[in-house]
């Protein structure tokens, strides 16, 4: 599986963004998707997920509502919609992909592929 994500950039808080991840290699469908973030310094945590067919979602509670997760099997791409950024979102995102079969899990060492990271900004 080859995970190729895009959209970060840098903005003020207050604004949106939407990061997208696009998946090659496997049929889409079949697994899980996740968004994770890394800031300097700091470990890689958990942001959301997403069930292969869309009908599970999971989100950090840290986020307060301010993100969604969603897909498109068609187009082979994962979203991840961000809403009123602040500068404590400031990170490099990356998406994953979890083969294993059951729900969308939380934990970074339980995915199996990984995208390069797409790096958001926000200034306060």
């Known amino acids: 599986v080859q995970l190729q994500a895009s959209g970060g950039g840098l903005v003020q808080a207050g604004a949106s963004l939407r990061l997208s991840c696009v998946a090659s290699?496997?049929?889409?469908?079949?697994?899980?998707m996740g968004w994770f973030r890394q800031a300097p310094g700091k470990e890689r945590e958990f942001v959301a997920a997403?069930?292969?067919?869309?009908?599970?979602?999971y989100y950090a509670d840290s986020l307060e509502g301010r993100f969604t997760i969603s897909r498109d099997n068609a187009k082979n791409t994962v979203y991840l919609q961000m809403n009123s950024l602040k500068p404590e979102d400031t990170a490099a995102y990356y998406c994953?992909?979890?083969?294993?079969?059951?729900?969308?899990?939380?934990?970074?060492?339980?995915?199996?592929?990984w995208g390069q990271g797409t790096l958001v900004t926000v200034s306060s």
């Open positions: 994953g992909a979890d083969l294993r079969i059951g729900r969308p899990r939380i934990v970074p060492n339980d995915y199996d592929y």
């Open positions: 997403i069930s292969g067919g869309g009908r599970w979602t």
């Open positions: 290699g496997r049929t889409f469908d079949s697994y899980a």
